[in-house]
């Protein structure tokens, strides 16, 4: 009979342990964000208290913010709430954009709500958090809008019905503007191809077996990188690509280090040389070396985009004695304050930046280090982190804005 | 010639076929797709995997399913490399740490299954959400350090030319299917799997062997999760999305039954294997991804489907075989068993209650 009471008694210390597991759990969590908060401005967002796992971006912050109060003609007088939104938002590159974007809006007092919502690359969440932006009263969106295959379009129309300033940037939003959007502001994808595959061909000496692998299927990004790579290729008869790739198809790693790893061994053991390297995500090219190493090859020419630990695998390797050529070229997250500028101008009535190339800009070469360019590796800071986000007002002026 | 036959007609020896075929197929199917380096790229991937599914096979076998494998599986991956935070020193103490929070993941689980009756598709898709979501907290969604250079090179590391990994979840499994099969404890635990209610009559403490099946799960993808960080030094921040699919296909394949019961952590190894050589094949044959997903879905559909055909009626020669197998797995056989071990526990309790 006394079993009873001992069964419920357990029952509860179980529950109990259960409830301080979880807090604990919770509350070490928030030890290991808060650490890094100290210096921001104000705490607020959740996202502010992310800030420091990119290295040394508190030192960025401060740097920026100065050069954006002095220069603020783009921050108007009318009170703002902004929406933020990214189609993906769990990996250091979404990190270091939101980063760049908060920037911005921090430093412009017209901005009095910020609302944030990441879709994990799910169309579904995209749309329904622009939709919800719409209805908690954002006058301004900066939309990173890669959850899918032009997925946010009918959100972004929906929005702009609103007078709502829509602001895609960093991944083709499809649609047109005026109707879909108010500006969208991105690198020059195709050039970005075409500048890497240009520069892998001439380190292979215009012949050989040429490899590139891609992000999630139906991106953007790589749709329009691959396309180019693919014309580039035609142009040098000697190269081959050692996967077929257009607009439609290439090689998927899903930006994923381990998928990355997984199909490079594959794709190594039917092929057993290849020449050079395209990889439009520079953080999971570690992985793709790693399956070179495995698999005792040589690593080749690789053009990416930036990411320190593809700099530091390049410098370690350099010390090893097996040095190979790398060119990368800006992660661009930086683009992002450009598009913050823009949004919050045109919503706040400031005057929005004059961009090039109605707003796409072609970014040269970050790193080389075969033109002295050398790539830069801090190990102290996030494996992922993108040095070029510490450029200056001045410096990323230079090759976005005009005159 | 019973036993052989009962031996052929098992629910586990159609991967080993199915594996062995896939194997010899593969060379004329996709060339390279068995040389030494696409098995030196395949095999570790297909360890982490097999260690995760033998935490997957314990909970099915228990009439359970386990949702929470991406989120208890980037817990270890994230802790093994945050922890240290570079530094040597720490790995071991990071070590220990995985272990426990993948214990206490899974100690979560099976509570909220065993003593609030909460449905384990249901507790387990719920905790994943509060893991992934103490995951991304702890981060602030991404990772600021590499595996520490130990690490890397233990995961990286190769015995007699084998990926320490694959020897690794060899070992895993032999010693959980030797525990299975070999110790009282395990016996009951398979009885418990079959029929809980025979396993109470009998005077088990039932809760205890399920709780114990989803602690061990979360200790499995935990630890799974850490080996994946070293093997790739930069770890994604969620990896374990990546898992639970393939942990869920791999322990059915297997020939472990989805109702509980009847179950092999050997099968399911070889499920991992069979997996992993058909992503190699079809990676090597150059298929488009939307091919890639179609042909993993479809044979693995199969290989669940099959099951489920009831042979007995339609090849009515067979008969006699497929009264065997029936006689192996069904829930009647199974609680058969039960009978039998009951006898055998009976006498064990009263043994340990006479002791208390």
Redo the contacts between chains.
């Keep these: 009979m006394s079993a009873r009471p001992d069964r419920s008694r357990v029952k509860g210390v179980a529950l109990l342990a259960l409830v301080a597991l979880l807090a604990a759990l919770v509350l070490s969590a928030c030890g290991g964000g808060s650490s890094s908060s100290s210096s921001a401005p104000e705490s607020g967002t959740e996202a502010e208290t992310e800030s420091e796992s990119a290295g040394g971006a508190a030192e960025n912050e401060g740097e920026t913010e100065t050069a954006a109060a002095g220069e603020n003609a783009w921050c108007g007088s009318e009170g703002i709430t902004l929406g933020i939104q990214d189609g993906g938002g769990l990996n250091a590159w979404s990190k270091e954009s939101l980063e760049q974007v908060q920037l911005v809006s921090k430093a412009c007092p017209a901005v009095e709500k910020e609302i944030i919502v990441d879709a994990d690359f799910e169309p579904q969440k995209a749309v329904s958090g622009i939709q919800s932006m719409i209805s908690q009263g954002a006058n301004a969106i900066v939309l990173i809008p890669d959850s899918g295959n032009c997925a946010e379009v009918p959100a972004m129309r929906q929005a702009m019905q609103r007078d709502i300033v829509v602001v895609p940037w960093a991944a083709d939003p499809c649609g047109t503007e005026g109707t879909d959007y108010t500006k969208y502001i991105d690198w020059d994808t195709k050039a970005a191809g075409r500048e890497w595959a240009e520069w892998v061909i001439e380190q292979m000496g215009g012949k050989g077996k040429l490899l590139y692998e891609g992000g999630p299927a139906g991106n953007t990004v790589s749709s329009n990188a691959a396309e180019a790579i693919a014309e580039v290729v035609e142009e040098n008869p000697g190269v081959e690509l050692v996967e077929p790739i257009s607009s439609e198809e290439w090689p998927v790693t899903n930006w994923d280090p381990a998928e990355t790893k997984k199909l490079t061994a594959a794709i190594l053991a039917k092929h057993p040389e290849i020449n050079g390297l395209i990889n439009d995500y520079g953080a999971s090219v570690e992985a793709e070396v790693q399956a070179f190493q495995a698999a005792g090859k040589e690593i080749p020419a690789v053009a990416a985009s930036e990411s320190n630990a593809l700099a530091c695998t390049w410098k370690e390797e350099k010390e090893n004695g097996h040095e190979f050529p790398l060119m990368t070229i800006s992660s661009r997250n930086w683009l992002g304050r450009y598009a913050a500028q823009f949004a919050i101008a045109e919503a706040s009535g400031g005057t929005p930046p004059a961009l090039k190339n109605n707003g796409i800009i072609t970014l040269g070469q970050w790193e080389n280090s075969v033109s002295g360019k050398e790539p830069k590796c801090d190990p102290s800071a996030s494996p992922e982190a993108s040095f070029s986000n510490k450029m200056s007002e001045e410096e990323t002026a230079k090759i976005a804005l005009e005159g | 010639m019973n036993a052989l036959k009962s031996r052929v007609a098992s629910p586990f020896a159609a991967i080993w076929v199915a594996t062995f075929l896939l194997f010899v197929v593969s060379p004329f199917v996709?060339?390279?797709?068995l040389?030494h380096?696409?098995l030196?790229?395949?095999l570790p991937?297909a360890g982490i995997l097999a260690i995760a599914a033998i935490g997957q096979t314990l909970v099915i076998q228990q009439g359970g399913l386990d949702l929470s494998v991406p989120g208890i599986f980037s817990m270890g991956a994230v802790l093994i490399v945050?922890i240290p935070g570079?530094s040597e020193g720490s790995l071991i103490p990071a070590l220990i740490v995985v272990a426990l929070v993948g214990l206490?993941g899974g100690l979560?689980n099976g509570?909220a299954v065993t003593?609030f009756g909460i449905t384990p598709l249901v507790a387990t898709l719920g905790s994943n959400a509060?893991f992934i979501g103490?995951v991304?907290?702890?981060?602030?969604?991404?990772?600021?350090?590499?595996a520490t250079h130990n690490w890397q090179t233990f995961t990286?590391d190769k015995v007699l030319g084998v990926p320490i990994l694959a020897v690794l979840a060899l070992i895993l499994t032999v010693l959980v299917a030797l525990f299975i099969s070999r110790t009282i404890w395990g016996r009951r635990f398979v009885l418990v799997g079959s029929s809980p209610l025979a396993a109470r009559a009998a005077g088990l403490a039932v809760e205890r062997y399920q709780l114990g099946a989803y602690a061990g799960a979360g200790l499995a993808y935990a630890l799974a999760g850490a080996l994946?960080s070293g093997?790739?030094?930069?770890?994604?921040?969620?990896?374990g999305n990546?898992y639970l699919l393939p942990t869920i296909a791999a322990v059915v394949l297997g020939g472990t039954a989805l109702g509980g019961g009847r179950g092999s952590v050997i099968g399911t190894a070889v499920g991992v294997l069979f997996l992993s050589q058909l992503?190699?094949v079809i990676?090597?044959l150059?298929a488009?991804?939307?091919v890639e997903y179609l042909i993993q879905g479809a044979i693995v559909a199969l290989g669940m489907g099959l099951r489920n055909v009831p042979w007995n009626q339609i090849l009515p020669g067979r008969r006699g075989d497929v009264d065997v197998a029936v006689d192996t797995t069904s829930p009647d056989t199974a609680s058969g068993t039960g009978r039998a071990l009951l006898s055998e526990h009976k006498e064990e309790d009263s043994i340990d209650v006479s002791k208390t």
């Design positions: 996709a060339s390279g797709s040389s380096a696409a030196q790229g395949m991937f945050t570079g206490a979560i509570i003593r509060i103490v991304i907290q702890a981060t602030g969604g991404s990772i600021a350090f590499k990286a994946l093997y790739l030094q930069s770890p994604p921040l969620l990896p990546e992503e190699q990676s090597a150059g488009k991804t939307s």
